[in-house]
């Protein structure tokens, strides 16, 4: 009677098969195989988003793509560190008054006419993305960028008219002394919002 249960505990000592008959290294090796499959998929989808030839690699590309950020990002922290600079030089130089008559004239020009600018501006996301995917060198990209660029410089003739005639608006809503001087701050932005305005619809 003792050797059916020597042979008994053998048997019980196997390899697990699962029921289709693998292996537990067979289950390993597919696992793997999937992980394999899903980083193709993902550096697939990355050569698709930068245009990429077959042969670079996830470390090519990620360089391409920090390329593509850092100037990016400086141009966009810049162009914001430029009001932040003027602000505390006013600030610094010219007294806590007149810094509340730029902060308010500052807020005013950013509302009603920067961002009208870009409102506007944006609309050539869409048209320079497809002229630029038709043809990367074709006519086409260059008369869309000039018409952009009339238009909103058309847009910009009623916002510098009334940030020349704004002082009565300013004075009801900040009070006498505070609107007075974002009103003299506004009469000398209209410049600025020129070369904002084609700063912007460059920029696209």
Not at 20 to 42: K, L, N, R, T
Not at 100 to 108: F, K, L, N, P, R
Request: hydrophobic share 45%; aromatic share 8%.
């Amino acid at each position: 009677m003792s050797a059916p249960n020597e042979k008994t505990k053998l048997t019980v000592t196997e390899p697990a098969v699962n029921k289709g008959g693998a292996s537990d290294s067979y289950i390993v090796d597919e696992a793997e195989h999937v992980g394999c499959d899903q980083d193709g998929v993902i550096a697939s989808r990355l050569h698709a988003l930068l245009d990429a030839p077959a042969w670079m690699s996830a470390r090519d590309m990620s360089v391409q793509l920090v390329k593509i950020f850092v100037p990016s990002a400086g141009t966009t922290l810049l162009f914001y560190a430029t009001q932040t600079i003027t602000m505390m030089f006013v600030g610094h130089q010219l007294g806590v008054e007149v810094l509340a008559h730029y902060s308010v004239g500052q807020s005013v020009f950013n509302v009603a006419g920067i961002s009208l600018a870009q409102g506007m501006a944006s609309g050539l996301d869409t048209l320079c993305s497809q002229s630029y995917g038709r043809h990367k060198r074709g006519p086409e990209l260059g008369e869309i960028l000039q018409r952009g660029v009339l238009v909103c410089l058309l847009l910009a003739i009623p916002i510098i008219a009334a940030f020349v005639s704004c002082e009565p608006v300013l004075q009801w809503m900040f009070g006498n002394k505070i609107g007075a001087g974002a009103a003299v701050f506004l009469s000398y932005s209209p410049l600025y919002l020129v070369f904002m305005t084609l700063y912007t619809c460059l920029q696209k």
